[in-house]
């Protein structure tokens, strides 16, 4: 940007001017740049009227015929007041709000820290001073290379517990940073990197799992500045966390049950007399059982969970010919993917089947299930097991486990009867493709006409919904002519209703590539409820600058019928 004074302007360009140059870090998205023009080429005078403003994109480059927007031209005195165009913040970073129960903090007025033992290192390729900032002791790396902290090389800190870690920076001149985590004790690294957004506070959360090393044994933290050169980087609120998914066990009690009484054969309920149980748990389970009280109502827990069984009566089996569905509730905080078999053992040999279900953590989960899913003969049911469905060991717990007949009260629905939840995410931060709550970016197939699925729009309690039918595969292109952009997201969001799923897969896709670059991420499903699902982008292995497609699979052989809404990107 130059700026100039029209009356020395001889034919070759004014000779009174003052000129900056700033690099631009995104493309196909809005970024505000700050020209500090104290330091011009040319010289800056405040006595000196300026009355003309020229702008030099790829400065130096013969133009090609690109198109650049520009909005908000602005004079200010400091850069705006809010830290944009200073050389250094003039407000404190956020505070943080994570319970400190959950937080093994390194650096952060908010926590009490572990012992840290070089902070910064010997080796560190940084300055390094601490200063306050509206009150609020941060770090600032002056010249920064690459800086590092230890933590205790005699006591290393064990991570195993937590699944994020998270800082705070703010730089004016970096483009891109890394956070490198290292386990001494085994000589292991790995490192996670974003790519700045500069002249403001932003607060980084990365999934410990990113990190592919072992993590029990962490002795060295370090940030490193990623293109050649050196930045300024003020750093504060650096922690690990545990993410809260509802805590460990369940607050409140499982919902009771509404179902006639005469319609019902319960194994496990406040709520029904149960049928004859002669075994809970068997001697042969593999877990641990404790029965406890939530909110003064009895629930199973099993913990060290792989399976589970149930023994109702080997001498008077239990009759399921006339009943339709079985039903339980569920909360775990660690399950994935559970199963529930039932045996008949009074046959040679032994007849039984099993049916899974997606776990979706830290909350109730109400399961139905079509007992013609089973495929054995339930004329005389004995034994009922709870399986973990994935390697090692989980707690589960488990209230209103019993059978019954017709299934049209609520968990034997075949569609929703209520509206998916309405955002609250404010549209700033959303990139929206399907939702009454946004107005979507462009989307030119929806579906497109390669899905393998049926399509339709209904409306639910006034709320515009897809119905997808007939569900192998469906897809919806954005715009293949202008490419979403998702650099800035962090997240995908998408809510989500089935009676029949078991899991589903979320695809994403970059046809401008070539080879074409796509990744997909599956979730179990939770069935008969809405069901808000939120993935983390960086989890998707692929160049998301440009996405095209975007597809639900149904992973299990067969169709489904899927309910969709509110699938929309967001930066959290």
Known sequence: M?????????????????????????????????????????????????DAVVIFPDFGTNGGGETFYFDNIEVTADGGGGG????????????????????????????????VT?????????????????????????GLDFTGIVTDYNNPTDLTGMTHVHFDYWTADGEE???????????QEDIETRVTTKNEWVSVDIALDDFAFDRSQVTQILFDNIPAGNITLYMDNLYFYAEATGGDAPTTAAPTPTRDAADVISIYSDAYTPTTVSELPTSWSGSGFEEVQIEGNNTIKYFDLDFTGIVTDYGNPTDLTSMTHVHFDYWSADGETIGLKLVNTTTDPVQEDIETTG???????????????FAFDRSAVTQILFDNMVAGTITLYVDNLYFYADGNGGGGNTAPTTAAPTPTRDAANVISIYSDAYTPTTVSELPTSWSGSGFEEVQIEGNNTIKYF??????????????????SMTHVHFDYWSADGETIGLKLVNTTTDPVQEDIETTGVAQGQWIGVDIALDDFAFDRSAVTQILFDNMVAGTITLYVDNLYFYNE
Do not use: C, H, R
Not at 118 to 142: D, L
Not at 177 to 185: A, E, F
Not at 470 to 487: K, R
């Open 84 to 115: 944009g165009g200073n050389d250094a913040p003039t407000t404190a970073a956020p505070t943080p709000t994570q319970d400190a129960a959950d937080v093994i903090a390194i650096y952060s007025d908010a926590y009490t820290p572990i012992t």
């Open 2 to 50: 130059k700026l100039e004074d029209s009356s020395t302007n001889t034919g070759n360009g004014a000779s009174t001017f003052a000129e900056v140059s700033v690099s631009t870090t995104q493309a196909n998205m809005w970024e505000t740049l700050y020209f500090d023009m104290t330091g011009a080429a040319g010289g800056f005078a405040t006595t000196t009227t300026y």
């Open 177 to 187: 940073i890394g956070l490198k985590l290292v386990n001494t004790v085994i000589s």
């Open 470 to 487: 007939d569900l192998d595969f469906t897809g919806i292109v954005t715009d293949y002519g202008n490419p979403t952009d998702l650099t």
């Open 359 to 373: 776990v979706a953590q830290g909350q109730w989960i109400g399961v139905d299930i079509a007992l013609d899913d």
């Open 118 to 142: 070089e902070f910064p290192t010997s080796w560190s390729s940084s300055g390094y001073e601490e200063v306050q900032i509206a009150g609020n002791n941060t770090v600032k790396y002056a």
